[in-house]
């Protein structure tokens, strides 16, 4: 059982080049979240997927687009890739939007814009 | 809106010591909270949750109580370890959203010193 997977692991990027990050889960979970992590600023969402097929913006959905076309698979891709976008990304899953149910996260690809 | 506060910059202590890392919310009615660890170069993992006022998440000898008078969800351990070295969040998923999102908070590194 992997739980919740992100290939790649690292990536270096130009600006302006485009990439696309891999979310996979097996656990069968409605719900799959991308989360961009910061220095001193948490986690913060970008996009996330209620079911497959469905896609919503979270907090910081600018600069990115998401696609769920299978259920365990949740892509995040960056168009024109910028400096700001240097970021740890996590991608997360979970069984049911109910309270107390908690989020499995990835091991994370770190991006590097130059 | 929903928002979390860990209070500020890392925490160092030495091995054995008592550890107790504050954190605050601001929610409408009644969130579920959670901590979740990070260790060096992983994704986020759960420590522990607790969904209704007075529950009390443990694990691992980290406990937290759910304060709804003071709105708060410190986390405690008696006797940390090196191995307790990583950083912290604390998060809640607000009552009622229908996807599950997390508010976290901006972390703690804590480092354990022999």
């Known amino acids: 059982n992997a739980g919740v997977t992100q290939t790649p692991k690292f990536r270096v990027l130009k600006t302006g080049q485009s990439m696309t990050l891999l979310c996979a889960q097996d656990m069968n979970h409605e719900y799959m979240y991308w989360y961009r992590q910061d220095p001193g600023m948490g986690l913060r969402l970008i996009h996330y997927?209620?079911?497959?097929?469905?896609?919503a913006k979270g907090e910081v959905p600018d600069g990115y687009n998401v696609s769920r076309l299978k259920k365990q698979n949740f892509l995040l891709g960056l168009e024109s890739a910028a400096p700001s976008q240097t970021s740890v990304y996590f991608c997360?899953?979970?069984?049911?939007?109910?309270?107390?149910?908690?989020?499995?996260f990835g091991p994370g690809t770190r991006l590097t814009v130059t | 809106g929903d928002s979390v506060t860990q209070m500020e910059g890392p925490v160092t202590l030495s091995e054995e010591a008592f550890l107790t890392i504050n954190c605050t919310y601001t929610a409408t009615g009644y969130p579920s909270l959670f901590w979740y660890v990070q260790y060096p170069g992983e994704g986020l993992q759960l420590l522990l949750k607790?969904?209704?006022?007075?529950d009390k998440g443990s694990n691992k000898g980290f406990e937290a109580t759910y304060r709804k008078e003071t709105t708060s969800f410190h986390l405690e351990k008696g006797s940390v370890q090196v191995s307790d070295s990583a950083v912290y969040f604390c998060a809640l998923s607000p009552r009622g959203y229908g996807n599950n999102r997390l508010a976290f908070g901006k972390g703690n590194q804590v480092v354990v010193i022999p």
């Open positions: 997360a899953s979970s069984y049911s939007p109910g309270q107390g149910y908690e989020q499995y």
């Open positions: 607790a969904t209704k006022a007075d």
């Open positions: 997927s209620v079911g497959e097929g469905t896609t």
